[in-house]
């Protein structure tokens, strides 16, 4: 739901700050708006999961993404689009805690770190897909046609998770908010926890970074049209699943932290790359760098998940909590 929501949107930033009077450089405050309720938006699903079991929560996660989708394609004006990204985002931060819920109750281990690159390569088909439909979706109706086709995505899901979705754990009707606090602490007295989370946390806010500046930096700066850069954030997309995909293929015979290791020097180099590019007259540099850098995370993101995930799962003497 995330990756589509804030990708969809990206070719159309420009155009939609616009159309409700604001600063086209401020475009990107549409994507730090979805993330500022997308962060907290994990800590109360993630409880919620816990709560009232897996399933549960997902479908109620999906329906309020929905209703806060139409509130965006009903924005009258920018402060207002601003509130329903954050409510988006807050139900969208559903999507990625309930399903690393999902896999760390059905798997462990290298079987974890496998099964999260299977899903970090499917979560790569939407950046390379998103922009594209957007793009096209442009070429005929206004931007807010573009929240209106992701509300029908949301409810398409919904129908699909009712009718397919099971439950790999039961709902705990005494409820895990008192043990939080502690446990939560335990957590981050574990070296693997911190070292991925860190590896989480780091890569996916240069991730975020570039999603909301790269629009504006393609098309206002550097002049690309939107389909130049539909095509070019779907090259970036491409390293994101084949970084993704090299993780799921080397996580077993080199272990983790070489996967670790190499995904942290295509982000370093990447990143330098584009910090470098921005400064140049041709935008050729930022894209190359922005494609190594999303290498670098399609790698790095399965296996730190499953590092922390899996320390959650080693340090509670109630693993299924």
């Known amino acids: 739901m995330s990756a589509v929501a804030i990708d969809i949107t990206l070719v159309a930033l420009p155009a939609m700050t616009r159309a409700l009077d604001g600063d086209p450089s401020q475009s990107g405050l549409v994507v730090a708006a979805y993330l500022a309720g997308f962060a907290p938006g994990q800590l109360a699903w993630g409880l919620a999961g816990d709560r009232f079991g897996r399933r549960a929560a997902v479908l109620a996660g999906v329906v309020s993404f929905v ?33 690393r819920a999902y896999v760390r109750d059905i798997a462990t281990d290298v079987s974890a770190a496998r099964l999260l690159a299977l899903l970090t390569a499917i979560l790569g088909a939407a950046p390379l897909l998103a922009p594209i439909l957007g793009s096209a979706l442009l070429e005929f109706v206004d931007w807010r046609a573009i929240f209106w086709f992701t509300a029908a995505y949301g409810a398409l899901l919904h129908l699909f998770a009712v009718a397919r979705l099971p439950e790999p754990r039961p709902a705990r009707r005494d409820g895990p908010a008192v043990r939080l606090l502690p446990r939560t602490i335990r957590l981050v007295r574990t070296r693997d926890f911190r070292i991925g989370a860190a590896l989480v946390a780091l890569p996916f806010s240069g991730y975020h970074t570039l999603l909301a500046l790269y629009p504006t930096l393609a098309i206002v700066e550097f002049g690309f049209s939107e389909s130049t850069f539909t095509w070019l954030f779907a090259g970036a997309a491409m390293c994101f699943i084949a970084g993704s995909t090299l993780s799921r293929i080397l996580v077993a015979p080199l272990g983790m932290a070489n996967v670790i290791r190499a995904a942290i020097v295509a982000c370093v180099a990447g990143a330098t790359l584009t910090a470098a590019g921005a400064l140049q007259p041709s935008g050729t540099w930022v894209a190359a760098g922005a494609a190594l850098y999303m290498l670098g995370v399609g790698q790095v993101l399965p296996v730190a998940t499953a590092l922390a995930v899996l320390a959650c799962t080693a340090r509670s003497p109630q693993a299924n909590d």
């Open 67 to 99: 209703l806060a989708t139409i509130a965006c394609a009903l924005a009258p004006t920018f402060a207002h689009l601003l509130a329903a990204r954050f409510l988006q985002g807050f139900a969208g931060g559903s999507g990625p805690v309930l399903s």
